[in-house]
């Protein structure tokens, strides 16, 4: 996956910072944050890309933060950490890893060094028991999310380690977090995601604009990310659980929830 102009991929200012998806494999994206000096990398599955980036946008590297332990998140860190030796690594503290690290858990705060940027860590088992996110403080009010494979655009990460039951309170978090939210994901999977939210709920007008908004940047080369959180509640069937259409497009006689939201993951993988 490559963009046609790096310049494409700037997605605005933040908290005085730029956010820039890094294309990985298939479909990933590893984020970069930075303030035209210092920069730091979400999830860098691959450290050939994130180097790159950083000479080509003239960057230091200064951090790291990963949010679960897949190797298509963690498999660059060794790298970098040999060409960056002083920068400092966050990850779960319920997970292992082979590489230095300051473990994060539920609520623990990483202030970015370099940056006017603070965030504070949830723990969202699920995709995996330690997941967590990282959200940033709100100061401008519009927070950042860099959630890793928890919440996708019009989707959600398979169950890997976790419970239904657990995938479905971590989702509710987010759900509950301010709708302005801008919500920075791992995986183009938007349009597929889109596509199978649609056999569930065909009468949805937001998601059918959603998906020709989708169409139209998959189309001009862009990515279909960062999502809000107010999006993500229009158009994600896994955040409808509540709703009739996908209560009765699950097939259940239940509405509990987390039944409901069972079914539709499992709908979803052979989708
Ligand atoms: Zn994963």
């Known amino acids: 996956m490559t963009f046609k102009r790096i310049d494409q991929m700037i997605d605005g200012m933040h908290h005085n910072v730029q956010i820039i998806p890094i294309p990985a494999f298939k479909d990933n994206y590893i984020w970069l944050i930075h303030n035209g000096q210092q920069a730091v990398v979400v999830d860098p599955g691959d450290a050939t890309a994130v180097m790159q980036t950083l000479k080509q946008l003239k960057l230091n590297l200064n951090g790291i933060l990963i949010t679960h332990h897949h190797q298509d998140h963690i498999a660059g860190v060794a790298d970098l950490l040999l060409a960056y030796p002083n920068i400092k690594v966050h990850a779960p503290k319920l997970e292992s890893y082979a590489f230095a690290h300051t ?13 006017d940027l603070c965030f504070s860590v949830m723990l969202l088992p699920g995709h995996t028991l330690g997941h967590v996110a990282y959200l940033s403080d709100n100061k401008d009010g519009e927070q950042l999310l860099f959630c890793g494979d928890t919440l996708f655009g019009a989707g959600c990460g398979r169950l890997f380690e976790g419970s239904p039951a657990q995938m479905y309170d971590s989702l509710q978090r987010l759900a509950s977090l301010p709708p302005s ?91």
């Open 103 to 115: 473990p994060v858990s539920d609520a623990d705060t990483v202030k970015l060094d370099f940056f």
């Open 181 to 271: 939210t801008k919500v920075y994901c791992s995986h183009e999977y938007t349009l597929h995601n889109i596509e199978f939210a649609t056999s569930l709920e065909p009468n949805n007008v937001a998601l059918q604009e959603r998906k020709l908004a989708t169409l139209k940047l998959r189309d001009a080369g862009m990515p279909s990310l960062p999502s809000c959180i107010a999006l993500e509640l229009e158009t994600n069937p896994f955040l409808r659980c509540n709703s009739v259409a996908i209560q009765a497009a699950s097939g259940l006689n239940s509405r509990a929830q987390v039944a409901v939201f069972s079914r539709i993951r499992e709908l979803r993988n052979a989708y």
